[in-house]
């Protein structure tokens, strides 16, 4: 994708609540959306001319922050599902990774993780489910804040097998287009590959059984980004089924001169959408790309193939993933039918979740389904931070969805330095996601979805108040550069002699500005 819209989601403690079905909700109009963001990509490319290099996060800021001790800091509860957890920090020099963690804030159990590292990961499985639990990070004797999480409910009956989801890896064999994500918001292009592996390799450690791709898999729909691609995948897809649909960079001709869906049915898939059935597991792969656009929609014949598939495997679980959002205030930048979509899932209760990538965040929505609530799940992307991934884990009476970051920690702390600074925070809290964006659990015979929940202060952004961010820097720039271009003028001539002003000559009223 090429745009971020922002939105905050602000989570205190943890509990859980379930939902019923919701409609969508428009939180900002789709004109505004749009007059915004070409507003801040003007800016952005303006801020870029002019240097205003204090604007951006780069080096180590962060470090130089703290004090001298070993200070933790970014502190994170990433994950909190039915039977795990999984916390992450940093630390301004190597340390040791311990956790503490009890159903009693004095009887804590002490967990210690690998060996020393700035880029700490404590993740601990075989909790018990609906529990409270108390928790602490610690590094080297210096301990975090203590705090408190409560697992997920688990679905009724035994756990029946896992599926791993990645979107949005984003492989390139150039330098990439220079999109505002990659100027401005951390998007690892040159750590493609690497991250995409390690989202694997995660996956492939927790049990994942099935792996399925989001969208996005190359940065321009190059062949040679295909092939770059498939290469990566092959020793995982060679021990575990796998599955991918296009994104809209995946189709990609004309502003990149990639191959854009040959080289999807080349080097992936010879079908742009199609179904497959894995024991009682339906997966169902959509295409809701189109040709060099960046928006979504599903043709009409892939939707009553949708419908005839679902009436055709009413038994299996189904799964449904496709690159374009299709329900929240996300579908102002996914799949412009997203309506008819809907019309049609609701009518399945075997139907276990909506997967989508594309907007590079943590979010789940809730809509309709046949027996209540439905949840609609945005996987993070591999490529920018979080830099994470997604797991499933399918039992008899529903799913627990967890989202990760990647065990390669040091490339998250990365994207996240370099996003733009004045941003940084905001763009945090909306790629990371609240705390019900990141974990679910699905009860598919009663219609209900539990989450993560805060205090649920949900607040939009407008987009034109990201863009007085950039202004203000811009104009705090010139400001500096007209005063020390007046400075050097002044120090100038003063060493030579003054000239004297022509008869009749007018004071000029313009200021110095800097040439762009």
């Known amino acids: 994708m090429a745009l971020h819209a922002i939105c905050i989601i602000l989570s205190g403690s943890f509990g859980a609540k379930p939902e019923e079905g919701a409609g969508v909700t428009q939180l900002i109009s789709r004109r505004d959306f749009l007059r915004g963001s070409l507003g801040l990509i003007g800016a952005s490319v303006f801020v870029q001319a002019v240097g205003v290099s204090e604007a951006f996060a780069q080096g180590e800021t962060s470090d130089t922050a703290v004090s001298s001790e070993n200070a933790i800091y970014h502190e994170e509860l990433v994950t909190v599902g039915a039977d795990r957890m999984a916390v992450t920090w940093v630390t301004e020099q190597p340390g040791s990774t311990v956790l503490w963690l009890g159903e009693h804030p004095e009887r804590l159990t002490r967990y210690t993780f690998g060996g020393a590292t700035r880029y700490h990961l404590a993740e601990v499985n075989r909790l018990l489910p609906a529990t409270r639990y108390f928790y602490q990070v610690e590094t080297d004797g210096m301990r975090g804040p203590l705090n408190t999480l409560r697992t997920l409910p688990a679905p009724r009956g035994t756990l029946l097998y896992r599926v791993g989801f990645v979107s949005d890896s984003h492989i390139a064999t150039q330098a990439g287009e220079g999109d505002p994500n990659q100027l401005y918001l951390g998007k690892l292009l040159e750590d493609g590959p690497e991250l995409l592996r390690s989202a694997l390799d995660d996956l492939v450690r927790k049990g994942a059984n099935y792996l399925v791709h989001g969208g996005d898999l190359t940065e321009s729909g190059r062949a040679d980004e295909y092939a770059l691609f498939r290469s990566i995948v092959a020793p995982y897809t060679a021990a575990l089924p796998f599955g991918a649909v296009p994104g809209n960079h995946d189709k990609y001709q004309k502003k990149t001169g990639g191959i854009g869906e040959a080289g999807f049915r080349e080097y992936v898939s010879g079908e742009l959408y199609r179904a497959e059935v894995r024991g009682d597991a339906l997966f169902v792969y959509l295409d809701s790309a189109r040709t060099n656009k960046d928006w979504g929609y599903i043709p009409q014949a892939e939707l009553r193939w949708l419908n005839a598939t679902l009436a055709a495997h009413r038994e299996k679980k189904a799964f449904l993933i496709l690159h374009h959002p299709t329900n929240g205030m996300d579908v102002w930048f996914g799949t412009t039918n997203f309506l008819q979509f809907q019309n049609i899932v609701k009518r399945y209760p075997n139907v276990q979740g909506v997967f989508a990538g594309h907007m590079h965040r943590n979010y789940v929505t809730v809509g309709r389904g046949a027996r209540g ?49 004045q941003l940084s925070d905001l763009y945090v809290l909306y790629t990371l996601g609240g705390a019900g964006d990141r974990v679910l659990t699905f009860d598919v015979e009663q219609g209900t979805v539990v989450r993560q929940e805060g205090f649920l202060l949900t607040a939009v952004v407008e987009l034109r108040t990201a863009f007085g961010l950039l202004r203000d820097a811009v104009t705090r720039r010139i400001s500096l550069t007209a005063a020390e271009q007046r400075t050097s003028c002044a120090s100038s001539s003063a060493a030579l002699p003054r000239a004297r002003k022509p008869s009749g000559a007018r004071r000029s009223s313009r200021k110095s500005f800097p040439s762009l």
Do not use: C, M, W
């Open 373 to 421: 609530a439905l949840p609609y799940i945005e996987l993070p992307a591999t490529v920018q931070f979080p830099n994470g991934y997604g797991l499933v884990d399918v039992y008899e009476g529903g799913i627990v969805y967890t989202s990760h970051k990647v065990s390669a920690l040091h490339l998250s702390e990365k994207s996240r330095k370099k996003v733009l600074r």
